[in-house]
């Protein structure tokens, strides 16, 4: 039997989604028995209870440090004290840092994996060389270029690198050059560039068979709007949300249609604000043939999501990058990005300057990147043509081929 260890960083989630997507592939790709380990906490141990409930003896809840919530994702303040000192609950950095690296290696010394993946999580990286354990290492990230005069940030920035150097090697989770989105968050050194793969994006490539619309779908066809997505952690969902309302509240945006998915999953959301003024249910605005402004809804199903892409005229997103890749390369639909933190900024910036994107770091950018995106919407969708036919959407298929070749050698 082929033990694996998958260690996933719970910051947001985009690693859970691309690891869980890894699996299907690999257990679809490699006919023998496979025990998988997987390791993290928060809301993405949650996560994985809940999807594997006969399996809770293989997952994990190792204590990774994150850094600390602010109004708008991580503060830096804070994340930097917490370094020496107790945070907001939070133990010194340093005391973590020690813990959660003991926890892995008793799980290392007690599971003897053949392979390890890890998502984000570096410490897992050291452990798997330190014990001559092949890993790969899942990210979209390497040496990010920093902005608002972070420059202090950088030796962590070096750390971090030196410490994903340490994989067998790097997946990138991104369509291979001149069309890596994610390239002004990578800049790798020369002693990297051999173990980089670019496996690209970790999409969702399941069609969707269900042809039956629900009322939601019915209510959106055939309607000119923008779908504005919040994603990621607590902190990063409220401050794009906050941001989004400020934008609703300006003149022009009175006559704008809009969907905004709020990643949370919770039916008390889901509504529709009227022409008039008056909010309705899914089901009444329906019924009652409303002529809509807004329509709010906690969570969406695959093949609803499907639906808002297909039927919108663009998206409006915070820069996630599983995002960025599902909407421009998936349904080659143009974003308006409002950044949280630098990562975001270096993905839509790379968008903006290949005209299949916005840049929007206030309210009155993001109302003048809907006039751009409008007024010249055919350039946008040609230039998105060309950038949907060199995407890579078998991310997690190409990294569990990767695995496996790597499995079959220990054989």
Request: net charge neutral.
């Amino acid at each position: 039997m082929l033990k694996i260890g998958e260690f996933i960083y719970p910051w947001g989630s985009g690693h859970y989604s691309r690891m869980m997507r890894f699996t299907e592939s690999l257990k679809e790709l490699i006919q023998d028995e496979l025990e998988i380990h997987f390791s993290s906490k928060d809301h993405v141990y949650d996560k994985l209870i809940k999807k594997f409930p006969e399996h809770t003896d293989k997952i994990h809840q190792i204590l990774m440090p994150t850094p600390i919530d602010g109004k708008f994702g991580p503060s830096v303040s804070k994340s930097l004290l917490n370094i020496l000192f107790s945070v907001e609950g939070n133990k010194p950095l340093v005391k973590q840092i020690a813990s959660y690296l003991l926890e892995e290696r008793k799980l290392y010394d007690q599971q003897q994996f053949d392979l390890v993946i890890n998502d984000g999580d570096m410490g897992s990286n050291i452990l798997a060389k330190n014990r001559d354990i092949p890993s790969l290492f899942v990210t979209n990230q390497f040496r990010p270029k920093l902005y608002n005069s972070r420059s202090y940030l950088y030796p962590s920035l070096i750390f971090i690198a030196k410490q994903i150097q340490k994989a067998t090697k790097i997946l990138v989770a991104d369509s291979p050059p001149p069309y890596t989105m994610c390239e002004y968050n990578l800049n790798f050194i020369k002693e990297a560039e051999e173990k980089v793969v670019y496996v690209g994006h970790f999409t969702n490539t399941k069609k969707n068979t269900i042809k039956e619309k629900t009322i939601f779908e019915k209510l959106i066809a055939e309607n000119d709007f923008g779908y504005w997505m919040r994603t990621g952690n607590k902190s990063t969902n409220d401050g794009t949300g906050e941001k989004y309302e400020d934008v609703f509240r300006e003149d022009a945006m009175k006559n704008e249609k809009r969907i905004i998915s709020h990643a949370k999953n919770d039916p008390k959301i889901d509504s529709v604000l009227g022409k008039d003024g008056k909010r309705y249910s899914i089901s009444d605005a329906f019924d009652k043939k409303i002529d809509w402004i807004q329509i709010d809804v906690g969570f969406l199903s695959e093949n609803e999501k499907d639906s808002v892409l297909d039927y919108c005229k663009y998206a409006v997103v915070n820069g996630s990058h599983t995002v960025m890749g599902e909407i421009m390369g998936g349904k080659s639909k143009p974003i308006i990005g409002m950044p949280i933190y630098d990562e975001h900024t270096n993905n839509i910036k790379w968008a903006d300057e290949k005209n299949i994107g916005v840049l929007a770091s206030n309210t009155k950018q993001v109302i003048s990147g809907i006039s751009e995106i409008k007024d010249n919407y055919q350039m946008f969708i040609d230039n998105l043509k060309d950038f949907s036919a060199h995407f890579e959407p078998n991310g997690a298929q190409n990294s569990a081929k990767i695995a496996s070749e790597i499995l079959e050698e220990k054989r």
